[in-house]
């Protein structure tokens, strides 16, 4: 072992004394070398101040500076791992990656049983609201964990790397995204992966068959087994070099088959359990893979080879075509004589001509002849011959070779067609112009009698039911008076109806209500899954009336909305009538829940993408639509009160719902808490007698009452009238704040946004800075959230273009001092640190007058030595330097002398030398002088080009 010199406490105190300058103070963290040095520079107070991102919001950029105290002890790692886990344990938290990259190389200098301790700092790169770029590192990292014995949490970080999210409701096109840069997320699977796969084995190759199901669950009409795959990964074997290799489906297909058959090179034991894994899922991309398998591998059970290539189901499925072919081409040989028989009589015995009639009739309007029946027939054997060329008994080869030279050579069935990549849609087989022409019962025929292919990019039901889509929505009145005619059609076109209402709706055109709830009533009373009235659903119709219903309450929704086009109370009871059965559908399930909510989709989320869920949505706006056309109609009279007793069918339907053993849902729970301002204006004493129901607070029911708070207070305002009734709950939400579910993103963060209420609900008078609320809040809230809270007001002042009352401004400047008070006399002077950043934004408001910003300015900077938004702060100073030049000058000097973070005197240093030169200029001797030593102190630090302002 390598012996180093301990450094003597002169040597130290020399080397510290140097570090104020920049580049000395690099100089030494890069070239130092001794690992004898941590725990002395420890106690000089070094890695205790991570250098936080720097965010441009006018360009949209971000910077992460690099610290040299970090990648020191990244290298030492190596040498003293013991003492390097301990100080980064000890490090603030950071949201620098930069600097957690530092720490995942010091977690691969540590023997696994350390590096393991520092994984939970290291999974906070997870939660940064930005990009990362570290697949090397975070490769390695579970590279390192899984061969020393950590499998579990290799896998566990492999899950939160590839992790997939949905695309957004707004997009047309549903299409998995990967939760960071899908570069990141190729070379992860590419280059790390497959050391995982070898260390863990089965478990990492169930992990990334489930996160294959998971994106094609995730993209457009992907409903078991149809998964469309031809389309975008015609051959298992590979994919051209420009084709879809940003397709997520097509880089874990890769994944797939590579891992199956880096697992089965290993250990052929590994065969039979991949074919039974795949076999238990229903994908057919899966199917292939099982075929390509089998193929490249027929010595391993040729029972299966045989199984698969007398499969009927497979033989007419052109779905898998690719390699069935190269399966049934490459191994016909070794069936017995029976077993090729029963392949030659299909083919012998030809096509379905009923299905090539329905399909010739569509596209020519007419029945094909004989001899178009034959020629089709003939086509049909020769592709399929083709299959067997090689193979074929001698009298099927003269027939084969006959139909050659009447019909030519036939397409290689075995050379995949990338044409069809341009595909872009489902697509109509009627254009709009086309079915304008139609009348309302011709149009109603048609939708009966036509019949989409087979094939995937042919004309389907959901490309016809956009075009309906649209032809509704420009001449909305025709449909609406004959939409009951549009009974016992295709749920596909009568949620596409439908849905051509909504659209004309909010172009705020009047529709006759009549026909579309006869139809509404129709849709609700048939049975919910229809599946078993379909053969299957390759043709991209809906699975059941589920959207259909969904699209309903939609409907409602959108007629609800007291603008012109909305609906006619006269129809209140027809419409309760479907909504009440709406709120009682079953999506989502319980089964639903589990599997797509948790950290995958919160609860209020979940309520918008669910039909019971938005039905609830539904009957809330009901509820308020009543409530307005009431009013409406009683505005002459005073004593008119509208409580809930005056809509009984919805206070029965909020009753049911509350009751946990009828609906445990949580996805309807958070409706309640996203319309609990609502309720409250509804009828205030029903929602008091029920408030601790929609907010069970016994443990046992703890789940609820976060579906419940988390939508109020991310969806609600806070309100006098609320804040009355839910005092209680603020105080639970306080203490339960480090409990909460981690599955609502940044922009609608409740743990922020119960900050946000505190700061608007004492703002406005209607607590004091003394109440037991507030003091809970500043006592045991994280300091991220404290310093948001604070943060929250200054930029919602900033932003603010009106005049702020002084009331408030003096409740604002009380709760402020207050805070400073507290940061100066805590004994954890880094955590107040990032409190007391925060007045930054209060400064740059401008909403305050300038003695006092400036005074509390100063004092921030004099006891952090750091000021949040300080770029700003800058701007802000030199717009005023020549009325307060002295005290500019002085928080210029303690930002410069105070900060440890050097780097940002590249973002300052026109800003400081631009104040610099306006003191210098002023009339204040002392401020100039206090400017002339700055300019030295800045020279000192090897800024030397300053010394020219004294020119």
């Not at 610290?67 to 980064?88: C, D």
């Not at 609700?524 to 390759?538: A, G």
């Not at 053993?661 to 204006?681: E, H």
């Not at 981690?742 to 008078?765: C, K, S, V």
Request: glycine share 4%; hydrophobic share 40%.
């Amino acid at each position: 072992m390598k012996s180093w010199k301990i450094p003597t406490h002169e040597q130290i105190n020399h080397a510290v004394s140097l570090l104020n300058d920049i580049q000395s103070y690099r100089y030494f963290f890069d070239r130092l070398d001794n690992p004898e040095w941590i725990s002395h520079l420890k106690n000089k107070g070094y890695f205790q101040n991570p250098p936080k991102p720097i965010q441009n919001s006018e360009n949209g950029t971000i910077q992460f500076p690099p610290w040299p105290e970090s990648h020191y002890l990244a290298r030492m790692a190596k040498e003293k791992p013991e003492e390097v886990l301990k100080i980064i344990l000890d490090i603030p938290e950071t949201e620098n990656y930069q600097i957690i990259e530092n720490f995942i190389e010091a977690a691969l200098n540590m023997p696994t049983d350390l590096s393991i301790k520092l994984l939970q700092r290291i999974k906070k790169v997870f939660q940064l609201p930005y990009e990362i770029f570290l697949p090397d590192k975070l490769g390695s990292l579970i590279v390192h964990l899984s061969h020393g014995g950590y499998s579990k949490e290799s896998l566990e970080l492999c899950k939160e790397i590839l992790k997939l999210v949905p695309s957004s409701i707004n997009e047309e096109i549903p299409k998995p995204k990967t939760r960071f840069n899908l570069y990141f997320f190729e070379v992860f699977l590419k280059n790390y992966f497959p050391k995982v796969l070898k260390a863990v084995k089965v478990p990492a190759f169930i992990l990334i068959c489930d996160l294959l199901e998971e994106a094609i669950y995730l993209s457009e009409n992907m409903r078991k087994p149809n998964d469309h795959s031809y389309t975008w990964y015609p051959a298992i074997e590979d994919l051209p070099l420009d084709y879809h290799r940003d397709d997520i489906k097509c880089i874990l297909v890769q994944t797939v088959r590579d891992a199956a058959i880096q697992l089965i090179n290993e250990d052929i034991k590994y065969f039979q359990e991949i074919i039974d894994l795949f076999e238990n899922r229903s994908w057919w991309v899966l199917k292939r893979i099982i075929l390509y398998l089998i193929r490249i591998y027929p010595n391993i059970n040729q029972d299966l080879v045989v199984k698969y290539m007398v499969d009927k189901n497979l033989f007419d499925n052109p779905n898998i075509y690719h390699e069935y072919i190269l399966l049934l081409r490459e191994n016909f040989i070794i069936l017995t004589q029976e077993k090729q028989q029963i392949i030659i009589d299909w083919i012998e015995k030809g096509p379905d001509l009923d299905e090539y009639k329905r399909r010739f009739e569509e596209w020519h309007g007419r029945s094909p002849n004989k001899e178009e029946f034959e020629h089709y027939r003939k086509n049909w054997q020769r592709d399929r011959l083709s299959w067997l060329e090689e193979s074929l008994p001698k009298e099927l080869a003269k027939y084969f070779e006959k139909l050659i030279e009447k019909l030519g050579k036939p397409d290689d069935p075995t050379i995949p067609s990338y044409a069809i990549a341009t595909w872009e849609g489902p697509t109509s087989p009627k254009s709009i112009e086309e079915l304008k022409r139609l009348s309302i019962e011709e149009l109603v025929q048609f939708l009966k009698t036509w019949q989409p292919s087979k094939d995937f990019t042919a004309p389907s039901p959901e490309g016809l039911g956009r075009i309906i889509t649209n032809l509704v929505a420009e001449n909305p009145e025709s449909f609406a008076k004959y939409a009951n005619r549009f009974t016992g059609l295709d749920a596909t076109y009568v949620r596409s109806l439908l849905s051509g209402f909504i659209e004309a709706i909010k172009k705020l055109k009047t529709i006759e209500l009549e026909s579309i709830l006869d139809l509404c009533e129709w849709v609700v009373k048939q049975p919910r899954d229809i599946s078993i009235l379909k053969n299957s659903n390759f043709d991209g119709s809906d699975p059941n009336w589920g959207w259909a219903r969904k699209t309903i309450a939609d409907l409602f929704i959108h007629g609800f909305k007291l603008t012109e086009g909305s609906f006619d109370i006269l129809h209140q009871k027809r419409i309760w009538f479907i909504l009440e059965i709406l709120s009682k559908d079953p999506d989502p399930t319980p089964e639903y829940e589990n599997k797509y909510g948790g950290k995958n989709m919160d609860p209020a989320t979940m309520s918008i993408n669910t039909t019971r869920g938005f039905a609830m949505h539904a009957v809330m706006k009901y509820a308020l639509w009543v409530k307005k056309n009431l009013e409406k109609l009683s505005k002459h009279n005073d004593d008119f009160i509208f409580n809930l007793d005056l809509i009984p069918e919805v206070k029965k339907i909020l009753g049911e719902h509350l009751d946990i053993k009828k609906d445990p849902s949580l996805t309807i729970r958070a409706v309640y808490g996203w319309y609990f301002s609502q309720l409250v204006l509804f009828d205030r004493n029903w929602t008091i007698q029920n408030v601790n129901i929609i907010f069970p607070q016994d443990e046992e029911y703890i789940n609820y009452w976060f579906a419940a708070w988390n939508s109020f207070v991310v969806f609600n305002s806070p309100h006098s009238k609320t804040f009355s009734i839910l005092r209680e709950q603020y105080l639970l939400a306080i203490e339960r704040l480090a409990m909460s579910p981690e599955n609502w993103d940044a922009i609608n963060n409740p743990f922020e946004r119960l900050a946000e209420h505190l700061m608007l609900i004492y703002g406005r008078g209607q607590i004091e800075i003394d109440d037991p609320l507030l003091k809970k809040f500043w006592n045991s809230s994280p300091i991220s959230i404290r310093s948001h809270a604070l943060r929250f007001i200054g930029s919602s002042l900033r932003s603010s273009k009106e005049t702020i009352p002084i009331k408030t401004i003096f409740r604002l400047k009380k709760i402020w001092e207050d805070r400073l008070r507290a940061a100066k006399s805590s004994p954890n002077q880094e955590e107040s640190k990032e409190e007391l950043e925060a007045f930054g934004w209060w400064f740059t408001s401008g909403k305050f007058n300038d003695a006092w910003a400036y005074k509390q300015l100063f004092q921030v900077l004099q006891t952090s030595g750091t000021i949040g938004d300080d770029a700003r702060v800058l701007e802000k100073i030199y717009i005023k330097v020549d009325i307060f030049p002295k005290v500019s000058i002085k928080i210029l000097d303690t930002m410069i002398r105070r900060t440890k973070e050097y780097w940002k005197f590249t973002i300052w240093n026109e800003q400081t030398k631009e104040i610099i030169k306006k003191v210098l200029q002023s009339s204040d001797i002392k401020a100039k002088n206090l400017a002339e030593n700055l300019i030295h102190y800045m020279g000192s630090i090897g800024f030397l080009e300053f010394r020219d302002l004294l020119r």
